[in-house]
């Protein structure tokens, strides 16, 4: 059921009681006075105004209504919809607006200019009370910036050439052992998550170490990242010998980590275990870790090797590495697969995280909880204090 309207809405309709509906310039007027979605506590409304058959909110929250219908006020081209969303919450989505038979169009929200964007376009957003975007997504001028270096690594492993790309920090020495990150889908952290502002910001923060970031990009993903043996021998015995010989960066397993994100957790999780004590930190976040303790899986033939790969973890997981850093959004549908995990790392002795963001399964996500996943596995001089 669609909830009331809040306060401010709930004027405006009032205001035309026994009328046809409020006339342009009272909706005109609410519109120009207040900024939308408008959140109002626990509530959040978001307008349409324009002549369509139907207008839906699309969201990606799972265990609501992913598709939910506005209601339109009679006698105007003025829709609403109010839902009830958790404080300190993100929360990406695009209205489908139907203007009959099979015309339908999934567009952002007019009146919302906060944009998330990703591989495949660009998503409205909204924030509720108590979310505060982090300060150190934002290029500082008093940070002092790393640098990007690119590379063609040829790989016998995979056949053929892969780009990575390296982030080299500021004030680099070439006599330093820099704490070493492997990040899957490189490009996409860097240009979706504000990688390399993140990593200059912690870095002049003194929160983490200054370090050396290799960020590599797959060829066909969804092969590669599913437990292929493959990648992981790219990493283990071709990409690590590269920039140890290219890098000055520590020879201790304990200062090497994985980073991956979706597929690119399972790929993290699968090298550490296929090459156990190469890489003592893990860093997964809002991995696909599915498997079967509750019947077939139901996400497809590309889980289907993800589903063996973990199956086999859980059976056998040993004790791929030193400490993991696990998260996930609460409005994902991984969420209790991520959750189901947690008790059965801990079990093997290595240090293990976990955190849940209330957001979904998307870049700014994981952007957001960088700082809390580096920070805890690379702790530089000024969190060790805090800590």
């Known amino acids: 059921m669609t909830p009331p309207p809040p306060g401010a809405l709930r004027a405006l309709l009032a205001s035309s009681e026994g009328t046809s509906g409020p006339d342009a310039a009272a909706i005109d007027a609410f519109i120009a006075d207040h900024q939308f979605p408008l959140v109002e506590g626990p509530r959040v409304t978001f307008i349409w105004r324009g002549e369509a058959e139907g207008v839906r909110l699309q969201h990606w929250l799972f265990g609501l209504e992913s598709s939910n219908p506005f209601e339109r006020v009679v006698g105007t081209d003025f829709w609403w919809i109010t839902v009830e969303l958790r404080r300190r919450s993100r929360v990406e989505y695009k209205f489908l607006v139907e203007h009959g038979g099979d015309h339908r169009e999934l567009v952002g929200d007019p009146f919302n200019p906060n944009l998330a964007h990703d591989p495949f376009g660009a998503n409205s957003v909204c924030h509720t009370d108590g979310y505060v975007e982090p300060d150190w997504i934002e290029p500082s001028d008093e940070a002092r910036k790393g640098e990007i270096i690119e590379h063609q690594v040829q790989s016998h492993a995979l056949g053929g050439t892969r780009r990575v790309q390296v982030y080299r920090p500021a004030r680099f020495r070439t006599l330093r052992g820099y704490p070493l990150l492997i990040a899957h889908d490189g490009a ?7 990688m390399k502002t993140v990593l200059d910001n912690l870095i002049h923060r003194l929160e983490i170490p200054p370090m050396i970031v290799a960020l590599v990009d797959p060829g066909d993903r969804l092969t590669e990242y599913a437990d292929d043996p493959r990648h992981a021998t ?28 979706s597929f690119g957790a399972v790929a993290s999780l699968s090298c550490a275990w296929r090459h156990p004590g190469l890489f003592g930190k893990l860093l997964l976040q809002s991995g ?3 498997f079967t303790d509750i019947g077939e899986s139901r996400r497809g033939p590309a889980f289907d090797p993800v589903v063996r790969f973990v199956n086999a973890f859980r059976d056998a997981p040993g004790k791929p590495a030193d400490k993991v850093f696990l998260s996930c959004g609460i409005y994902e549908s991984l969420i209790y697969e991520n959750r189901s995990l947690v008790p059965m790392l801990q079990s093997t002795g290595m240090g293990v995280k976990f955190e849940e963001r209330r957001d979904g399964h998307n870049w700014e996500n994981w952007r957001d909880g960088m700082r809390t996943g580096l920070t805890w596995l690379f702790p530089g001089p000024l969190w060790l204090i805090y800590e």
């Open 188 to 194: 996409d952290y860097l240009r979706f998550s504000a």
């Open 234 to 261: 790219f990493l283990a015995t071709e990409l690590l010998p590269m920039l140890q010989k290219t890098y000055p960066v520590s020879d201790r397993p304990a200062d090497r980590g994985l980073l991956g994100a």
């Open 288 to 290: 696909s870790f599915a």
